[in-house]
């Protein structure tokens, strides 16, 4: 069994994902290829303040990413950081880091 939302695998016996509260499936959908998003940045920073913006985000329920996520580099960044959402999360996203007093 399997959630569709989170993709996560239940033993035999469960019927509800733990975590989306969906029910389960017993075989998971094929995952479509992902399309392009278009992202912007809502926060720049020191890394430590970005990782607590991106926490504030995320714990807000937005999907926040860092904009230098998953580049591999020979020289290390130095500088701001910037935390990205998605175009359509901008508002949201301002929003709750200004709550924050981001």
Known sequence: MFCPKCRV???EG???CSDCD???V???PAELEPEYVEMVTVFEGDPNSAAEARAR???AGIKAWDKEEGVHSV????????IQVRIEDEEQALEALKEADM
């Open 9 to 11: 695998e239940y033993r």
């Open 14 to 16: 469960f019927a509800r």
């Open 22 to 24: 969906v029910a389960l």
């Open 26 to 28: 017993k075989d998971l």
């Open 57 to 59: 985000l995320e714990s």
């Open 75 to 82: 020289f290390p960044s130095v500088g701001a950081s910037e």
